[in-house]
């Protein structure tokens, strides 16, 4: 459907004038058409020479109907500066290099709809009455023309005014004082207004509460700056719902002075519903990749068959503990774990007894420490806890506790009871992590050369005794 359909109504009888009106809806409607669909877009110089064409014999029409008119000789100048400030800014889009082909169709666009709005309805409204001034004196041979082409002008508003109501656009043109002189039809059917003059109405009524100062805040900016502004805001419709509607004012500049604006909206809710639905999903999506994110970084610092932590993550807590109570001058203490004889308890009841032995180790070791404590799986039946502030007769105190749990704990898959070794080594000055778990490996072994089910502080320790 085109922008602006041609209306027999808006025939003058005047085949020239009538053709001048058509080009200019034509070209119109195939910038517009082209613009909204993607198609190939005229080259900017067969943009300029169709504009041209039409101002060199519109304007010449319209002016020697004004040399014919009541109009004051300044105010026939003041409309041809009209014309010609036309024409400076065909030339003004023509002559920029920083658009794109598209770019520069949307902007003769843009100025094209301007024109046949604000040159229409404002200013040729004063060229009509002044004809009509003239057409009231006596006839002379060229009177039936001339009444023709004042018939045209002064239809000129009720045209322009069904030309707006026909497009797809929410249109508004105010004076000087930012206060709409006039609305388009759309305008009046979103908000439930009845047709009437647009200046009784409170247009600001229907602006959302929380949007109406930044709105009020726009249309002033532009009026003092002279600056094309766009903005997105809600606007109460007939049915008591809010509606977002996608504006753009522009300033209306006669002279480099601003002495109106004009603006175009486009009901944009179901786009903004769409991006509204985009964005919970994105926030779902955003939420449930962040979490799955946790999960796998868990599942890379947890052993999945004790649930501990595992290798990993428990030498990069021995070397972040380390750094620690060697910064702060504080004890530190690990307990090398190792259940005895563990291959023989798989050899024995299997592989899942094994690994049912195993989780139930995990368990009474884990629940003999304190809270502040750690505890990782290092691999296959060995385990280390980590005991920050904690000196070797603490660690002793708590690798006695555990020894005597496990051995003491009955298993579900095992006939017999399954015991541990225990290896102590306490932080040393300058030592590193992986020093202090050795030391404390080599005494668990030593504590399994002893004869097993026993606790053994590293050697150099102070103390360096058996449990049995």
């Known amino acids: ?13 005047n085949q020239r004038i009538d053709d001048q009106h058509r080009k200019l809806f034509e070209l119109t409607n195939r910038l517009a058409h082209a613009v909204q669909n993607g198609e190939n ?8 020479a169709e504009l ?17 008119s009541a109009l004051t000789h300044r105010e026939i100048e003041r409309h041809a500066c009209v014309h010609a400030s036309f024409i400076e800014k065909v030339d003004e889009v023509a002559a920029r290099t920083d658009l794109s082909d598209e770019e520069a169709t949307g902007a003769f666009l843009e100025l094209l709809i301007t024109w046949l709005v604000t040159h229409i309805l404002k200013l040729d409204r004063r060229v009509a009455r002044a004809l009509l001034e003239r057409a009231t004196a006596p006839a002379d041979d060229d009177m039936s023309a001339e009444q023709v082409l004042v018939a045209a002008l002064m239809e000129t508003e009720k ?13 508004w043109i105010s004076g000087a004082s930012g206060r709409r002189d006039f609305a388009n039809k759309p305008w009046f059917d979103l908000v439930g207004a009845e047709l009437g003059p647009a200046s009784a109405i409170d247009w600001s009524g229907f602006v959302h509460p929380d949007d109406r100062r930044s709105y009020a805040a726009c249309i002033a900016d532009v009026l003092a700056n002279g600056h ?5 805001f809600r606007v109460r419709t007939g049915s ?26 486009t009901d944009v809710t179901s786009i903004k519903q769409s991006e509204d639905l985009i964005a919970d999903a994105s926030g779902r999506l955003e939420r449930e990749v962040s979490e799955r994110t946790l999960q796998l970084q868990q599942l890379a610092l947890i052993d999945p068959l004790t649930g501990l932590a595992n290798r990993r993550s428990l030498l990069e807590h021995i070397d972040a503990d380390v750094v620690h109570a060697a910064g702060h001058g504080d004890a530190l ?10 291959k023989r308890i798989n050899d024995s009841f299997g592989h899942a007894a094994g690994d049912s032995a195993l989780i139930e180790v995990a368990g009474v070791i884990k629940g003999s420490l304190r809270g502040s404590d750690f505890v990782g799986r290092l691999g296959g039946e060995e385990f280390v806890a980590v005991l920050p502030s904690t000196g070797l007769a603490g660690a002793e105190h708590a690798a006695e506790t555990i020894r005597r749990k496990v051995a003491e704990h009955g298993f579900r898959d095992l006939d017999g009871g399954v015991t541990v070794s225990i290896g102590i080594a306490s932080l040393q000055h300058a030592e590193d992590g992986a020093a202090l778990l050795a030391r404390a490996d080599h ?23 058996l449990s049995a």
Request: net charge neutral; charged share 30%; with cysteine.
């Open 240 to 265: 008591g719902e809010w509606a977002w509607v996608r504006e753009k004012i522009s300033p209306r500049t006669n002279r480099g002075r601003c002495i109106g604006l004009i603006a175009a909206a």
């Open 159 to 171: 045209r322009f005014r069904m030309l707006s109501d026909e497009a797809p656009s929410l249109i």
């Open 333 to 342: 203490s690990l307990l090398f774990v190792d259940v005895d004889r563990f």
């Open 1 to 13: 459907m085109p922008l602006f359909q041609w209306n027999p109504l808006f025939e003058t009888g």
């Open 52 to 68: 041209r064409d039409y101002a060199a014999t519109h304007f010449c029409d319209e002016e020697q109907l004004m040399r014919c």
């Open 41 to 48: 877009l005229p080259t900017l110089a067969v943009l300029v």
């Open 228 to 232: 094309t502004a766009s903005l997105e």
């Open 443 to 465: 005494a668990m072994l030593r504590a399994k050369r002893s004869g097993r089910n026993r606790c053994c502080a590293a050697e150099g320790e102070d103390l360096d005794r």
